[in-house]
C-alpha cells in the first residue's frame, strides 16, 4: 500500500488483467479528454506559432529530404509525385514514434500527480497516445492539398484512412505500456526506445521506394509490422486500392497482440510502478 496525506493506493486491490484497464479507459473517458487537450496546449504553450508546428514541422522535415532524394538522388516513386510518397510516410512514421515515446514516458512525466491523487496509471500513457493520435489527424490536412496540387487527388478509399490509423493507436499504445512498465525502474529505457524507433523508421520505406531495396533485405521489410501500416495507408490515401490481405491480417494481428500485451503487462506491474512513484 503506497498512501500519503491525499493519495490511497490499495494494494490488495482486486483487478482483472485487460478487463479492468478497459474498464477504467471507459469509465476516465473525460479525463483523458483533459488530459489530450493539455498535452496539445502545454505542447505548444510556448512557441509563437503554437498548434500551426504540427503542420510545419513534418512539412520541413518532407522539404529537407525531398531536396536530398528528390532532386539530388531522384528516386522514382512511379506515378505518385515523390513529395506525396515521402510526406505520407513522413506523417505515419512520426505519429507512430510520438505515440510510443509520449505513451512510455506518461507514467514518469506524471509522477507528481499520480503520488498526490489517485488515477489510473493507464489513463495518461492512452492520453499521451491520443495527442499523438490529434496531431497527426491535423497533419493529414497538408498532405490533402499537397495531393490535390499535384493532381493525385483525393480517392473515395480516403475514408478507410481511419483502419490503418487506429490500427496504429493501439500498436503505439501497447508498446508504449510495455515501456512505461520498464522506464519507471529503469529510464535509460526511453532513451533506448527511441534509438529502437529510429531503426524501425529506416526499416520502412517513407522516404525510398521499396524497388531500390536488394533481394536479400527484402524480407526484412516485409517483416516490419510498420510495411502494413503504411502500405495500407498509402493505398487508401492517395492509392486508391485495396493492399494485398497478407497486410491487413499482418497489421490488426500486430496492433492487437501488441495492445493486449502492453496492457496485461501493465496490469501486473502497476502496484510495483506506484510503489516506485
Excluded at 493539455?38 to 509563437?48: A, L
Excluded at 510518397?85 to 500527480?113: D, E, W
Amino acid at each position: 500500500m503506497v498512501t500519503n496525506s491525499s493519495t490511497f493506493y490499495d494494494s490488495d486491490l482486486s483487478r482483472r488483467p485487460l478487463l479492468s484497464e478497459f474498464r477504467n479507459l471507459w469509465e476516465y473517458r473525460d479525463l483523458i479528454a483533459l488530459l489530450i487537450r493539455r498535452d496539445i496546449t502545454v505542447r505548444y504553450k510556448r512557441s509563437t506559432l503554437g498548434v500551426w508546428w504540427t503542420l510545419l514541422n513534418p512539412l520541413l522535415t518532407t522539404l529537407i529530404l525531398w531536396m536530398i532524394f528528390g532532386q539530388f538522388f531522384r528516386f522514382d516513386t512511379g506515378d505518385v509525385p515523390y513529395v506525396v510518397y515521402l510526406l505520407s510516410g513522413i506523417l505515419l512514421i512520426t505519429y507512430f514514434s510520438q505515440a510510443v515515446i509520449a505513451s512510455g514516458s506518461a507514467i514518469v512525466n506524471n509522477s507528481g500527480i499520480l503520488t498526490k491523487v489517485y488515477v489510473p496509471p493507464e489513463v495518461f500513457s492512452f492520453s499521451a497516445a491520443g495527442a499523438a493520435l490529434v496531431n497527426f489527424m491535423l497533419s493529414l490536412i497538408p498532405l490533402a492539398i499537397i495531393q490535390l496540387v499535384n493532381g493525385v487527388g483525393i480517392p473515395w478509399t480516403v475514408v478507410l484512412v481511419p483502419l490503418p490509423v487506429i490500427a496504429m493507436l493501439a500498436l503505439a499504445t501497447g508498446i508504449g505500456l510495455l515501456v512505461a512498465s520498464a522506464a519507471v525502474f529503469f529510464y535509460d529505457v526511453l532513451d533506448l526506445t527511441g534509438v529502437a524507433l529510429q531503426l524501425v523508421s529506416y526499416l520502412t520505406p517513407t522516404f525510398y521506394p521499396i524497388s531500390i531495396v536488394p533481394a536479400a533485405f527484402i524480407g526484412i521489410i516485409y517483416a516490419n509490422p510498420l510495411f502494413s501500416y503504411l502500405d495500407i495507408f498509402r493505398n487508401f490515401m492517395y492509392g486508391g486500392e485495396f493492399s494485398p490481405a497478407w497486410s491487413f491480417v499482418y497489421m490488426f494481428a500486430s496492433s492487437i497482440i501488441a495492445l493486449l500485451l502492453g496492457v496485461w503487462v501493465f496490469s501486473k506491474s502497476w502496484r510495483n510502478l506506484i510503489a516506485v512513484l
